[in-house]
């Protein structure tokens, strides 16, 4: 497989009033079409800075960052984001929304219109379209949010810590919903989490960061099947993994 | 609602009843009646409406120039982080002053006319609106700013789509101290100097202990601020849907 997202020796300090930070510290990471991708680590590790750098709101400072073989830029389209909260405009209905990635470049056409309909759809908010968001709960809002960051059919979806607002319920079915939605659209993932348990259900493959400065210290292929369902939070291998994961954060805060 | 007629019902009777059981001089206070008289007084009530209207022109007038320039000059300097940390300490020093003070001085500066009103209620108007919009503008939710910039915004959509209707909430807080402050503005400076206008009245009644027109003038200012204020309660109504009360 071709590798969609390409990073080398990826370096971040920034500058602040007490010094340099170094937020990144040799980073090396590929990225497959199609493939589910989740980086965990603790607070502070960098990992939203390298999401950053990835959806090009970040420059580093040193190394290579391309996807699909070109130098990542600001806002050429080409992400798809999902923030903690859901950040939809309180002002304008769901539909309208979900379409921003699109009405941001031209007026949405009645295809454009169509696609943000079936993506509606596939995440069971069908009948929610002419709602505010205030009108819906905070998974269903999230649901929406997964919505607009494909509308665009960008080639990366990223997503930065999405449901760590909610509740441990919704966010188990969410985590079913987004397996589904990734499998069912087929597009390159790449999740931001410190949940390991999240990480190991939705993931192909992990990355571990470690913190100050945040450099990748293991790299796990997950062996499960593309379709994942909850009864995998009781299997003994999804237990193995996350504690090997966990052994990592035991070792580097000692 | 009933609640408050009631009260408001139960003022007013108060206001007809006690000065005279009490025997307050009328001079002090007037019973409800007398003031109603003076309100309604055939002479009179003419020019209540004239002098109304060049207070509300004042106020209306210097409103517009102070909202505009506000929204404008706080859009400018969120968008300047420098000139914004250089600017900002005077803008909380000068909101400080109490600045109908300055009011005798644009009498001299711009005569016994409309422009100085104007002045002085577009000073008043101004800062509220300046400072609500600011804070508006710079507590927008950081990834919905970077969320358009992904998606390869331009400055002019970033304002025109996300940071004004978001900081909507905050402008109509401006907006309304605005509009209290603008009619506090005008009377002060008819007060200070000027030909005609409620404030002017207000003086002349005085002037003559004509206490039951001095109230009556007070109930029309009252009603006009009152109005003024609603009116703009129902634009946020209108404009912002989606605010839960």
Redesign the interface.
Known sequence: MSALVELSGLEKTYATRTGDVHALSAVDLDISKGEFVAIVGPSGCGKTTLL?IL???EDHTAGTASIGGHPIR????D?G?V???A?L???QDIAANVL??LS??RRPTSQDREKAAALLRMTDLEGFARK???ELSGGMQQRAAICRALV?KPSLLLMDEPFGALDAMTRDSLNVEVNRIWRETGTTAVLITHSISEAVFLAERIFVMSARPGRIVDEITVPFDRERSLDLLGDPEFAALTSRIRTHFEVTHA | MVGALAVLAVVLILWQILPGALNVPRYVIPPLSEVLVALTDPVAFPRYVQNAAATMTEVGLGLLIGVVLGLALAITLTQLPRVYGIVFPYIVAIESIPKVAIAPLFVIWFGFGLPSKVVVVVLLAFFPVLVNTIHGLRNVDRDLINLFRVNGASRMQIQVRLMIPAAMPQIFSGLELAVANAMIGAIVAEFVGAQQGLGVLILQAQGRMETPAVFALLIILSALGIFLNLFVRLARKWIITWERT
Do not use: E
């Open positions: 950053k959806a090009g709101l600001t806002g050429n389209g992400v984001m923030f903690q909260k950040t405009l309180p002002w921003l990635p941001l470049r505010r968001p205030h665009h």
